[in-house]
């Protein structure tokens, strides 16, 4: 026996051969008889849930499927789609609200340590180089006759630097 999909496409039915015997493959010497239910044992061609009817079929001679399973409608599926009441929605608006403050102020604490950290390297840096210059006025000699220097060999020379003495 050779399982077709129904017309209808509600179940699937039997296929009874008009004369002969009937083979695989062939519905056209065959006549359909709808609203069949098939039970499960029937194995051959199509499985249907015996309480619902849904289901899938298969035409035997291409092997597809011709329809397919479908859980049972519930009323747990739409609970998922409940909305939220106002006060909820309120006070999710108001969490959000406050997070983005939180983060606000967070940014702006660490904007603030880095300009502070930017100052305290600056005045760092300025006070080192004073105090270079301090240093060396204080080794220093301070040559006032030039002639001197006229006198210097080269190695002497190279050691000399010009500073401002104000």
Same mark, same amino acid.
């Given at each position: 026996? &050779?399982? @077709?999909?129904?017309p209808s496409g509600r179940f699937p039915t039997r296929v009874e051969p008009r004369?002969?015997?009937?083979?695989?493959?062939t519905v056209h &010497?065959?006549?359909?008889?709808? *609203?069949?239910?098939? %039970?499960?044992?029937? $194995?051959? *061609?199509?499985?249907?849930?015996?309480?619902?009817? &849904?289901?899938?079929?298969?035409? =035997? =001679? $291409? *092997?597809?499927?011709?329809?397919?399973?479908?859980?049972? !409608?519930s009323s747990a599926a739409n609970?998922?789609? +409940?909305? +939220?009441?106002?006060?909820?929605?309120?006070?999710? %608006?108001?969490? !959000?609200?406050?997070?983005? #403050?939180?983060?606000?102020?967070i940014e702006d604490e660490k904007r603030r340590e880095k300009e502070e950290e930017r100052e305290r390297i600056r005045l760092k840096r300025e006070r080192k180089e004073a105090n270079q210059k301090k240093q060396l006025m204080a080794k220093a000699q301070i040559v006032k006759n030039t002639s001197k220097i006229k006198k210097m060999n080269k190695? #002497?020379?190279?050691?000399?630097?010009? $500073? =401002? @003495?104000s």
């Amino acid at each position: 026996m &050779s399982h @077709v999909p129904c017309p209808s496409g509600r179940f699937p039915t039997r296929v009874e051969p008009r004369g002969g015997v009937l083979r695989e493959g062939t519905v056209h &010497s065959a006549r359909v008889v709808t *609203g069949l239910r098939l %039970r499960p044992d029937d $194995a051959e *061609g199509a499985r249907v849930d015996r309480d619902t009817g &849904s289901g899938y079929w298969r035409d =035997d =001679d $291409a *092997g597809k499927r011709r329809g397919a399973k479908r859980p049972r !409608r519930s009323s747990a599926a739409n609970e998922s789609l +409940k909305r +939220k009441t106002w006060d909820e929605r309120m006070e999710e %608006r108001a969490k !959000r609200k406050a997070l983005i #403050q939180t983060m606000k102020e967070i940014e702006d604490e660490k904007r603030r340590e880095k300009e502070e950290e930017r100052e305290r390297i600056r005045l760092k840096r300025e006070r080192k180089e004073a105090n270079q210059k301090k240093q060396l006025m204080a080794k220093a000699q301070i040559v006032k006759n030039t002639s001197k220097i006229k006198k210097m060999n080269k190695k #002497q020379l190279r050691s000399l630097r010009t $500073a =401002d @003495v104000s």
